[in-house]
């Protein structure tokens, strides 16, 4: 039997998808017909996101528990400090109650030739005047974190505000130790209040 075989069988049975698949799920280096298998589960393994984690876990450098991630290189992790956005290089963007894009290198590009550097098509670039390009960047290791087109003026968008307490107690049945009501609040106009002029 081949290796490609042996992987196929595996997945067909949801209760062995083993973390290594995960971890390669992760790495994109499934075939497309292990995709297909997968998408075709008669359900998913009920503690896939406990591997997932785990892979997760393993991929950064830091100890801090993940406790979900939010983008490609951005993670909520329970550490000393309560629950806060971290890169995977370890830069800390603090309480992930408030939108990270405010801790975040921003480059903005609202000028034709600024934007037209990333726009190949003219047709489809925003118009500078009407929209803008911002590119946010993290301050620890330069990574390209985000990118939105918005209008001038328009406050950065804050994209994920997860409910964790009701995740973790309603949905995998083991409530967070430090779980309280305030936790799904947006506090960034917290920040932004405090800022002068
Ligand atoms: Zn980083």
Redesign the pocket.
Known sequence: MSGEQSRLETIERPEEVSPRLVERMLEGDLSWEEWRQLLKLPRKDPDRIHKYLRALQSRVGFADRILMRISD?LYIVQSPAGRIVK???G?EFGDYRVNWKLSALVYIRDTAPSITEVYRCKDFAPEPGWSEVREYY?P??A?QLCVEVVPPGYPPIFEFLPDLDTFYRDWLEQPLADAASDWYTDRTTCVTASWKD
């Open positions: 290189h890169c995977d290089c830069r993290c620890g290791c990574t």
